[in-house]
């Protein structure tokens, strides 16, 4: 190894050193510091001293990928993937999997801290998957064509790059979706560039081929049981379900109110949405097709918001302005917020609760998604008290 670096002044690109991780960043980077200079290091665990070379280097941060472990974590296994450090789809597979929790709940807290300035208090515990492998119901397979081999590579984006990396198997994936994989492997595309989704559908629900389901079978129970308990400890009794796709929060739980009513832009997901609805006999709702942002509006103007609960569950971009407006005007008494991305999660929370309009009661977080960086929240917010007796 190099000799050790004094200062940050001598690093640069290709510089070699060794360092310890004092942290795991939201998006499964290990954390590093020489003073105040941070270094991103990825496929490290917690408390673990590396050899890294600097592959970037900005003027308070560098990246460095890792060359070996020194001084490994009592956290590190053997990941199970083969591919895992070159696929791009794993963060995770060399550590534990109840470190992997904890890392993901401080992940929680630290972005509700710094961003929504909440306390740590409102963060429950994360809900393990029972499944933390073979756990995924839906993939997507890229093809690529590859110049020095002269043919195509079929499988997903390489974690250091946005090349394709040649696979044969995806170890978090459902079982049943292995054969699918050698399936278009036997049969592959023409040409590159082609994405083809395979997915394992839900039992006895309407999905249309492009619309969205969760894609953890396994943990949903534990997500559905979530939402429940917040609408049953607020005790509202009209619902509205924003961004609803194929209608599955507001049918699981059109048994808990009197009436309700989903929305989503995509037209087949809301023709599936009523047949599912139909299909479960629950005959209190209705969907409605249309931008979430030009119907929401109307939606709430027609029940009584201190009797309203509304759930949203965003694209990963998070909501709106428009519907961070709206609801803070129109002020229902319960907002559940479900989101695949913490960071927006928690600066939406923050622009609903600014003001005091709102406040947020609890998170729950759950591993929807094991052995990567993502994790499924569940936020409960209630207006304030104040405002509420003003309704």
Known sequence: MDEPISSTESLSIGSKLAVVIHDIAFGGEGVARIEDFVIFIPFVALGEEVEVEIV????????????????PSTDRVTP??????????????????EAQLRIKWKQVAD????????????I????????????RNRIMIRSQWDKFKQGLNIGFIRADNRLVVDVEECKIAEPGLQQEILRVRNHPPPKGGI?????????????????FFQNNFHLLPALVDTVRQAVLRSGIR????????????????????????????DLRAIQAARKNAKRRNRSNGEYLAGRTEDLLPNLLSGFPSRQTAVILDPPR?????????????????????VSCHPATLARDIALLCAGGVFR??????????????????????RLSEELGDLN
């Open 56 to 71: 970037e280097k900005k003027k308070r941060f560098a990246r460095a990928k890792l060359i070996r472990v020194i001084a």
């Open 80 to 97: 199970e993937c083969r591919y895992f450090g070159e696929c791009g789809g794993c963060q995770y597979q060399h550590i534990d999997y």
């Open 111 to 122: 972005l509700f801290t710094r961003i929504g300035r909440e306390s740590q208090a409102v």
């Open 124 to 135: 429950e515990p994360v809900a393990p998957c029972p499944r933390p492998y073979g756990y």
């Open 195 to 211: 994405k083809i989704t395979i997915r394992v559908p839900p039992d006895d629900w309407e999905l249309p081929p492009d619309s």
């Open 238 to 265: 009209f619902l509205i379900d924003a961004y609803c796709g194929v209608g599955f929060f507001s049918v699981e739980l059109a048994d808990l109110v009197e009436r309700f009513a989903g929305v989503e832009l």
């Open 317 to 337: 971009k998070g909501c709106d302005a428009e519907i961070i407006k709206v609801l803070r005007e129109v002020r229902p008494t319960q907002l559940i917020y």
């Open 360 to 381: 947020l009661d609890r998170v729950k977080p759950l591993d929807m998604f094991p052995q990567t960086q993502h994790v499924e929240c569940v936020a409960d917010l």
